[in-house]
């Protein structure tokens, strides 16, 4: 029997047996527990486990497998309360979530602009230089890394610079 045969008969139990068994964790995904006990069949059909066991032994040892699997697993699985406190003064999460979240759409913000940039009329030495000078790198380090003087950085920095400046023109409303 080959492994492709042995899956393509068994799948359709085998989803269902997995699906029933994901009631008992919110952890997994019903494919997860599927692909798992795929890889489970692929090992033991490797190790020539499978040879002459019917169907409903196979089903069962893969069952038998999952469970192990959904026990081990839900034992390391973390549980996060948005209102227990997560730092030494007491705070809880969901307080410094929402103290972050301006900080964090800023952020979002400030990458959707960025890669909105990129992504509308730069050459590529252009978004090069934009790359690396958003690391942190200074005029002569991105010139080093690039392989060009210092000044030509500069001067792409200019004509980026020039591009943003047209590009937020055309963009507002009138």
Same mark, same amino acid.
């Given at each position: 029997m080959s492994f492709e045969d042995l899956v393509e008969r068994i799948t359709p139990t085998l989803k269902y047996r997995a699906k029933r068994l994901n009631g008992c964790s919110s952890f997994f995904d019903d494919e997860d527990l599927f692909q798992e006990a795929l890889l489970h069949l692929w090992i033991r059909y490797k190790n020539n486990e499978l040879d002459d066991k019917n169907d409903n032994y196979i089903l069962q040892s893969c069952v038998f497998h999952l469970k192990n699997y959904l026990r081990k697993n839900r034992d390391k699985a973390v549980v996060v309360s948005l209102d227990e406190p997560i730092d030494e003064d007491g705070t809880p999460l969901r307080e410094t979530?929402?103290?972050?979240? *301006?900080? #964090?759409?800023? +952020?979002?913000?400030? *990458?959707? #602009?960025?890669? +909105?940039?990129?992504?509308?009329? #730069?050459?590529?030495r252009e978004q090069q230089v934009l790359t690396l000078s958003l690391e942190g790198f200074t005029v002569r380090e991105v010139g080093r890394r690039l392989g060009i003087s210092h000044v030509r950085v500069v001067q792409i920095k200019n004509r980026i610079r020039s591009k943003c400046e047209r590009q937020f023109k055309e963009g507002l409303p009138k």
């Open positions: 979530l929402a103290d972050n979240s *301006e900080g #964090l759409k800023a +952020s979002l913000e400030d *990458e959707l #602009l960025i890669e +909105s940039i990129k992504s509308n009329g #730069l050459t590529k």
